[in-house]
């Protein structure tokens, strides 16, 4: 079973940018599409965001559409999420996933099986 890492969080001002990394342990037995989800306080968890095991197609959320750019590189086990002109509605958590199995992008929380621990995204205004 893979287990996944988030790094990149921090605090940044609105207009500006951050790249979150997502780091898979080990050498998983399957394949598996990727996708980042956050959560606000006190709001339900959202999908921002996913990709293929090959990368060839994403798909993201319109909040977050033309801003945010998902990748992935498959030698280092790790999907990224490159966050550009961030919005204080951007502050959240945020949490990527794991599909293991799955090759085709995927929207819905629960068809992911693994999920990191989260990282923090604060956005000033």
């Known amino acids: 079973q893979v287990q996944l890492v988030e790094s990149g969080g921090g605090l940044v001002q609105a207009g500006g940018s951050l790249r979150l990394s997502c780091a898979a342990s080990?050498?998983?037995?399957?394949?598996?599409?990727m996708g980042w989800f956050r959560q606000a306080p006190g709001k339900e968890r959202e999908f921002v965001s996913a990709?293929?095991?090959?990368?060839?197609?994403?798909f993201y959320a319109d909040s977050v559409k033309g801003r945010f750019s998902i990748f992935r590189d498959n030698a280092k086990n790790t999907v990224y999420l490159q966050m550009n002109s961030l919005k204080p509605e951007d502050t959240a958590i945020y949490y990527c996933?794991?599909?293991?199995?799955?090759?085709?992008?995927?929207?819905?929380?629960?068809?992911?099986?693994?999920w990191g621990q989260g990282t923090q995204v604060t956005v000033s205004s």
């Open positions: 996933a794991a599909s293991m199995g799955i090759y085709t992008v995927v929207i819905g929380a629960g068809a992911y099986d693994v």
């Open positions: 080990g050498r998983p037995s399957r394949n598996y599409a």
């Open positions: 990709i293929s095991w090959s990368g060839n197609s994403t």
